[in-house]
Nanobody, 123 residues
């Protein structure tokens, strides 16, 4: 079993910042990509940002310049620094990871999701 736990969500005013964290636990041989997705009320889940084990990053256009994704491979954690938050950033933010897990007889790839953390941006 592999679990992802997000933290750092909350309510802020427009223009303020938040830092989300995601911690992976369980039997993990390695983690390939880690990413953040979000889902606003009535909308589909969308990619916010992703980062590979080598540190290459990918951002949705609306987040470029405002959000920064980072990760600590030794700690199996990922972070999302969100600056200049806007009301339209209000959503549940989910951590995602593509991990390599298994046991002595089997190694397999697994995509894991966290439970989500709510970010509300409102004046």
């Amino acid at each position: 079993q592999v679990h992802l736990v997000e933290s750092g969500g909350g309510s802020v005013q427009p223009g303020e910042s938040l830092r989300l964290s995601c911690a992976a636990s369980g039997i993990i041989f390695s983690i390939n990509a880690m990413g953040w997705y979000r889902q606003a009320p009535g909308k589909e889940r969308e990619l916010v940002a992703a980062i590979t084990s080598g540190g290459s990053t990918n951002y949705a256009d609306s987040m470029k310049g405002r959000f920064t994704i980072s990760r600590d491979n030794d700690e199996n954690t990922a972070h999302l620094q969100m600056n200049s938050l806007k009301p339209e950033d209000t959503a549940v933010y989910y951590c995602n990871a593509r991990v390599v897990t298994g046991n002595r007889s089997q190694v397999r790839g697994l995509e894991v999701w966290g439970q989500g953390t709510l970010v509300t941006v409102s004046s």
